[in-house]
């Protein structure tokens, strides 16, 4: 499965922003999340019943998901969730002190 999200932000801005997104999603679900590199991040754990593995890279004011396809009946709800936390957390209308942490 993958995921390409457009940005407008610094990469600086938007890796901070990734950063307190992984943060809600380790504290909300349990999902483990990693920098590997500056600009590439490991996602490792679950939401209800979708498995998510994968990483995360940025970069040029695209933000691309590459992980795991959860197969037929769960790719559009993975897709869905992925996208909407993106849009959340790199929507530069909204402060990074506003992004929920848990």
Request: aromatic share 10%; charged share 35%.
């Amino acid at each position: 499965m993958e995921i390409d999200f457009p940005y407008v932000l610094s990469d600086q801005d938007a890796k901070d922003r990734l950063d307190v997104l992984g943060q809600y999603l380790h504290n909300k679900h349990g999902i483990k999340v990693s920098w590997v590199e500056e600009k590439r991040a490991r996602f490792s754990g679950k939401y209800l019943l979708v498995k998510i593995e994968g990483e995360l890279s940025l970069g040029n004011g695209r933000a691309q998901f590459k992980g795991e396809d959860p197969g037929f009946l769960l790719r559009a709800r993975a897709k869905d969730y992925i996208q909407g936390k993106l849009a959340k957390y790199l929507d530069p209308k909204v402060s990074l002190a506003e992004l929920p942490r848990d």
